[in-house]
């Protein structure tokens, strides 16, 4: 009885743990898409690394670079709850301070729906966090679930 007493103990650990590190893990990702939502370019700031790379892959199958910068710089000409981008995540894998991150998404402007497609993050421990390195993601109109 103890042995079984000893293990679930392990195991309840184990998963808080892990639980705990994905918490971590989401944090700057989700603090993405609060401050797209919120129109917070100071708080989209915090999310990335120094020298993140953001890039979407166009209909055509080419790869289209994006300037932090500007994308920051482009939230703040946005009105709260204008751009509201709905995720799922579906996986998240690390190992010590390298962690990737799925998540499909919808978005919406404006209330009404744009476009779903897959954001596929790259993430780096640093000392003050978790942080985006790079990101792409792809975008359509068809097979959306709403």
């Known amino acids: 009885m103890n042995k079984i007493l000893g293990v679930t103990l392990l195991l309840s650990a184990f998963c808080f743990g892990q639980q705990s590190q994905n918490q971590e893990i989401e944090k700057p990702i989700r603090n993405l898409f609060l401050a797209m939502k919120n129109a917070d370019p100071e708080l989209l700031k915090t999310v990335f690394s120094e020298g993140a790379i953001l890039q979407t892959i166009t209909k055509e199958g080419t790869v289209k670079n994006e300037d932090i910068k500007d994308f920051v710089s482009s939230i703040s000409k946005y009105s709260k709850n204008d751009l509201d981008e709905r995720i799922t995540i579906e996986a998240i ?32 421990k640093q000392n003050d966090g978790w942080k985006i390195q790079y990101l792409i ?10």
Do not use: I, M, W
């Open 93 to 124: 894998h690390n190992d010590g301070s390298l962690a990737s991150v799925f998540t499909p998404y919808q978005f919406y402007f404006k209330g009404q729906f744009s476009h779903c497609g897959a954001n596929s993050f790259q993430l780096v």
């Open 137 to 146: 993601d792809t975008r359509r109109k068809e097979n959306c679930k709403k």
